[in-house]
């Protein structure tokens, strides 16, 4: 499967530069396909990362589609079964979740267990880890083609990684999207923040949202007893300062959510708060010759409608698909990547506009009329997920 190129032999069908919730769910599917896959990490994993945490319907409906839905409940992520809206007027809505798409639950997993579980997975399915190594930039045949990596270790060695083709999971400030020059096919403007904290011993054991003046916060109960708090508004209004980021966190909630606030102050914050500003919202070039983007280092939107984790595993199954047709010589690799870009870019339009939308903090009956069409928008997601065939490949064909 491999082939030799001006720079050397592949050594590796395919190098994958990031190994989370995108790079870790692709190189698992490939390496299903009977696919050498090399996964490449600056990070130790399994690790915390800066997120919320939620799963949308769709990513759950992914988790289960791959067989790790019961790993990661039995990991001791609660189950969620009910979704309430805090109106702001004292009004509230509450759900219960409904059975779709073949689930009938939403989760909040800790990342660093999450994580684990799908780099597992990607092991058992064959592919090789190897964690602490720095990807500085990408090698290139004279044609352009994109033909490996070039990598730091721990111990400072630099070494050139040659293969077939390379696969960015590296995040929102994704080193390969640079190297390969990935451009924009849509750029919205950032303007948002998304801070958050652990809190032990809160009453909630649903996801629960609150709509504030010009701000959105909420809770999605995780591991160990504990929940994440968190609250989105303009970057201009969070006002979390150095010095005192617990007490100017505590502030915001009490503006936006005072009566979450009152809970939060009878229970026990149990972590640093942490948080982002100003995250782009963009989208980038999908693909390219002997490289494709998954994840955040594909496509980046504000944390407001908690879509990430599930839009990493979108891309991971449209990405595995073609890519293993192209690398098995079913279809030409420029088709496979263009069919990869369109029905990646179809499924995340609709949500990247309301995410954008949401981000912007309109009046807020119209924001309650957006996060009514998320809503759908993400029923749909979740229906249409359910309904892709299974990636397979000469690997998965029972003997
Ligand atoms: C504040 C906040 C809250 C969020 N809340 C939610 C939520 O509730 N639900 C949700 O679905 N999403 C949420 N997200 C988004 C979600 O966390 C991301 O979309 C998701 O982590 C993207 O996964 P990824 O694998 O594409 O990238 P990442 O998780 O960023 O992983 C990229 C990996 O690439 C590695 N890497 C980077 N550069 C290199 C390099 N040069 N060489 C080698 N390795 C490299 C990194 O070490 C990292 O392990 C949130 C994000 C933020 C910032």
Known sequence: MTDATSTGAAEHDVIVVGGRCAGAATAMLLAAQGLDV??????????????????????????ARWGLLDAVIASGAPEIRTVSFHLGDGEVVERTVKDAAGVDVLLAPRRYVLDDILVSAAIDAGARF?????????????????????????????????SSFVVGADGVHSRIARAVGAGMVDERPSEGATHYAYVAGLDADGFEFHVGPDAFAGVFPTHDGECNVWVCCPAD?????????????????????????????????????????????????????????????????????????????????????????????????????????????????????????????????????????LSDLLEAEAAWLASLPPVTGPALVPA
């Open 38 to 63: 090399l996964v490449l990490d600056r990070a130790a994993l399994p690790s915390d990362c800066l997120s919320t945490h939620a799963i949308a319907r769709g990513g759950v409906v992914q988790l």
């Open 130 to 162: 190897e964690t602490e190594v720095s990807v500085n930039g990408v090698l290139t045949d004279e044609a352009g083609r994109v033909t490996g990596v070039t990598t730091r270790d721990r111990d400072g060695t630099v070494r050139e990684r040659r």
């Open 237 to 373: 209004d969070a006002g979390i300062g150095a010095d005192d980021r617990t007490g100017d966190f505590t502030a915001l909630l009490q503006r936006v959510a005072p009566s979450l606030a009152d809970r939060v102050g009878r229970a026990r914050v149990t972590s640093a708060v942490r948080g982002a500003v100003r995250l782009p919202n963009h989208v980038r070039v999908a693909a390219g010759s002997g490289w494709a983007l998954v994840g955040d280092a594909s496509y980046h939107r504000d944390p407001i409608t908690g879509h990430g984790i599930t839009d990493a595993f979108r891309d991971a199954d449209l990405l595995a698909r073609r890519l293993g047709q192209a690398l098995r010589g079913e279809v030409r690799e420029d088709e496979a990547m263009a069919a990869y870009a369109l029905e990646r870019y179809r499924a995340l339009a609709p949500i990247f506009d309301v995410t954008c939308q949401l981000a912007a903090y309109p009046p807020a009956d119209e924001f309650v009329a957006l996060q009514k069409r």
